[in-house]
């Protein structure tokens, strides 16, 4: 009996023996696993670094090639392509348009072409040839102060948000109401529209909602809730993620089809004012209260430059700035009714234009390069260019 104790004694040691080293050689493979993993990691960054500097080398060389090629004055010039001229610093008023009774806290471009839309506080939409400084059309049926266009990439249809709790959708050949979109119960102070499809149309109100419509149907196909008022929006270039600016500060990302917050940002102390994407989609330009402008990378949301300026107070809550056609430079209007025009490349201010008697609330460039036009508390537009005859 006791030599069989002692040999009981023995086994139980030996067990335990086993099971610790069992334990250690798990432990030994987990970190040998992950020690792996972490290499792996740093073999993708390393490879995705080499990538992105590939691409850069390649993207910089096509482009100082058509730089060459065509004197940098034409990007593209294909049928049925974008094309536009690269943007000079404007300098010089050249129309100083009375453009609607009250103020005029909306201006848009149409696509590849020197006619601007106004929307205004006399609740009509103008259009305008910049060249002549004319009227060209007028669009009624809004029962409210316009407070933001869009217009689809194909030129035909407009879309207004108004202080009635409405947008309204009209038909530009026609000059006629295609659909009023209700739904809102608050004034709806932002909109915008697809830039891949005439479908697809996104609004926000001071009800802390944002929805999607189908414009080809005329209804809300989606309502996104949040807790802070949304002041201005932008659809991504793809269409599929919709860019909202908040009274709260936050710059926020959502998913179009599945109405999910894929990402945020605290963008400014202050509400956003204005977001503007750039021309090649992966820049995002926010405006906010506390009178700053910050560039950020739209797929990371790394702050990129950040634009101020000592003279320089936003306006009002809904104050628009823009970017120019080639991405190159940032137009906003103060308080004290003069324009700003900051160099993306060195974040320093490189004109200041004088015109306005009045509080300067929205800037729109054309896609064409120039011009730049702005627009006023008054409801006065001013079209400005450089010195150059052309």
Known sequence: MNEHQSLKEQLEATTLRASNAEAENKMLIDRWMLQK?????????????????????????????????VDGVVRQSEEGA?????SPI??????RIPAHNGGCASILFEYNSSKLMSGGQDQTIKIWDTNTGSQSQTLHGCLGTVLDLCITHDNRSVIAASSANNLYVWDVSSGRVRHTLTGHVDKVCAVDVSKVSTRSVVSAAYDRT???WDLHKGYCVNTLLFQS???TLCFSMDGETICSGHVDGNLRLWDIKTGKLLSEVAAHSLAITSLSLSRNGNMILTSG?????????????????????????????????????DDGYVASGSVDGSVHIWSVANAKIVSTLKEHTAPVLSCSWSGLGKPLATSDKNGNICIWNDRSPF
């Open 37 to 69: 993993m972490k290499d792996a990691e740093r073999l993708n960054d390393a490879n995705s670094v080499y990538g992105d500097i590939l691409d850069q080398l390649k993207v910089s060389s096509i482009e100082q090639l058509a730089r060459q090629q």
């Open 289 to 325: 209260r506390d009178n700053l402008h910050n560039l950020f990378d739209i797929r990371t949301l790394e702050i990129c430059a950040t634009l101020r300026s000592n003279g320089y107070r936003v306006a009002s809550n809904w104050s628009r700035s823009c970017i120019s056609a």
């Open 210 to 212: 944002i929805k999607v």
């Open 82 to 86: 974008e094309c536009y001229i690269e």
């Open 229 to 231: 008022n949304c002041n």
């Open 90 to 95: 404007p300098t010089t008023c050249r129309q």
